[in-house]
């Protein structure tokens, strides 16, 4: 149930591994692409693993397509933030009173698979109890149980972290529907499926383990692995400050750092910080959990805070460099809140941009995928769309690398500097080379540390 980046990338994937799957879309533009063989979002690898498994797919608008005789039923729908910092459990309740409605298999576990607070198995649970005795009439005697398999996929590579996951969680009180999942699932435990042609099996990954666990402790899981992520870069965010301060190399610290394997060297990367859907809103839930026990997570807060202040970094780190943005022409190079995906949701890019817009200046945006979502969604910002990456340098008083997308990267950079009217770059995710930009011409900024031999 949900077609979005976590559904759709998880039924194309059962569905390659053999299993018979109907996609359940309450979008009936998405169901309709979906059925004409094109994805509805940008994720590496998804067109072309939909065509190898198409035999095992359905697309549908209709729950009783999708739900009657299943023996799984994963819900994948959103569950956005609301201001209190609660997700908005709406879809979440709409879909399992459809399903309640609709399920009528000899046992169905239906999986919250979309990240939902600690209860929320407990609660999906009464609800499909309530729509199945209300629908069918009679008293339901354990045909349906509930579990949690939290989804750990990055976009950007979500067909390889479904395929060749660190780890898979499951949770549930009611053991047959762990009993269940274990057995959906035992081609990915053992890695005992042929890898598509194009996306080979990493050398280092052997049998993935398994957690099994009660459902409080898998839906909690995934708050604490979100939150340690986006407290692990909030921190050497943090450090990239004090490295400017003294004068230290950050991206030397943070190898330094990431090289004890107590810490690993991955999540280090300084810069604007993160975005997304999902790691702004899991901490604001996380936060809003512990506090209905009049609990507060003072660690989980500041990473929140340290990240916010990364997006005005970007900005006074040109204030400091040009003084005065009123009237500047600035260029962004990226929209989407990482490199392969077209996912703007909570994008630092889009906070800079208008950061930079309330202080009078004027933005030249660009994004090699998410330009046309970007159009949509934020049509207030759209005139400021560039064609080309000639126009974000062109006449421009500074640009600043925001989504580190590997064009950008391999940019011919002398090719630009000429075209600026003050050739200023802000490097925001510190993935330039400061000595050769400096050769060029550019003047180098970064927002975390002070690069070696500047
Ligand atoms: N995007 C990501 O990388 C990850 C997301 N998650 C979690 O997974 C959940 C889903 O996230 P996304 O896939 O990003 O969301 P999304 O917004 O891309 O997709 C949700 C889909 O559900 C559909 N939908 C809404 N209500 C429905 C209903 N009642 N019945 C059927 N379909 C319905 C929507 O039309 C939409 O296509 C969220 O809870 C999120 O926190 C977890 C791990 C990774
Ligand atoms: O629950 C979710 O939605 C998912 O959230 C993240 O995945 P995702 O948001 O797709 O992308 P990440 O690769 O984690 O990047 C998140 C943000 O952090 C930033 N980031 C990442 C790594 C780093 O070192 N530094 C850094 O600033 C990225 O640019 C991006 O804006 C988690 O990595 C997934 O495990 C999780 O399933």
Redesign the pocket.
């Known amino acids: 149930?949900?077609?979005?980046?976590?559904?759709?990338t998880t039924g194309i994937c059962l569905a390659y591994l053999g299993h018979e799957v109907t996609c359940?879309?309450?979008?009936q533009e998405?169901v309709d692409l979906l059925r004409a063989g094109r994805s509805?979002?940008y994720e590496p690898f998804l067109d072309e693993l939909m065509h190898e498994a198409a035999h095992n797919l359905t697309f549908t608008t209709d729950?009783a397509e999708g739900v009657p005789g299943a023996e799984v039923v994963f819900v994948?729908?959103?569950?956005p933030s609301l201001p209190d910092g609660q997700?908005d459990l709406r879809?979440?309740r709409?879909?399992a009173e459809?399903i309640g409605k609709t399920i009528d298999g000899e046992f169905t576990v239906v999986v919250n698979?979309?990240?939902?607070p600690i209860g929320s198995g407990n609660w999906v649970e009464s609800i499909l109890r309530e729509s199945f005795e209300g629908f069918h009439s009679r008293r339901a005697a354990g045909e349906f149980a509930v579990a949690s398999n939290?989804?750990?996929?990055?976009?950007g590579s979500?067909i390889h972290d479904t395929l060749f996951p660190d780890r898979i969680v499951i949770g549930s009180d009611n053991p047959r529907s762990l009993d269940v999942l274990n057995r959906l699932y035992r081609a990915v435990l053992n890695q005992s499926f042929t890898a598509p042609t194009f996306l080979p099996r990493p050398e280092e990954v052997g049998a993935v383990p398994l957690v099994s666990t009660d459902l409080a402790s898998a839906e909690l899981i995934?708050y604490a692995a979100n939150a340690f992520l986006a407290l692990k870069i909030s921190y050497i965010n943090e450090i990239g400050k004090l490295a400017n301060k003294v004068g230290a190399d950050i991206n030397q610290v943070a190898r330094g750092t990431g090289l004890d394997a107590r810490i690993g060297s991955r999540f280090l990367q300084p810069g604007v910080g993160w975005g997304?859907?999902?790691f702004g809103?899991?901490t604001a839930a996380l936060i809003a959990t512990a506090a209905e026990y009049s609990y507060d997570m003072p660690i989980v807060s500041a990473a929140r805070e340290v990240n916010q202040r990364q997006r005005e970094e970007a900005v006074n780190k040109l204030l400091d460099e040009l003084r005065i943005l009123k009237g500047r022409k600035i260029g962004l190079l990226g929209l989407a809140f990482k490199p392969n995906t077209d996912?703007l949701r909570d994008s630092p890019a889009i906070d800079i941009a208008k950061l930079m817009i309330a202080r009078g200046a004027r933005v030249k945006l660009h994004d090699p995928v998410a330009a046309e979502r970007f159009r949509a969604e934020q049509p207030e910002l759209a005139a400021s769309l560039c064609e080309s990456v000639d126009e974000v340098f062109d006449d421009s008083d500074a640009v600043v690398l925001v989504t580190e997308w590997p064009q950008y990267l391999e940019l011919d950079w002398g090719k630009y500097v000429g075209l600026m009217r003050t050739p200023v770059v802000l490097d925001g995710r510190n993935v330039l080379d400061p000595q050769r930009l400096s050769r060029l011409g550019y003047t180098y900024l970064t927002i975390a540390g002070r690069p070696v031999g500047l």
């Open positions: 149930m949900g077609t979005g980046y976590v559904g759709l359940v879309d309450l979008s998405k509805p979002i729950y994948a729908v959103q569950t997700p879809f979440l709409m879909a459809s698979k979309s990240t939902v939290p989804e750990f996929l990055r976009e979500a995934k997304g859907s999902c809103k899991d996912d």
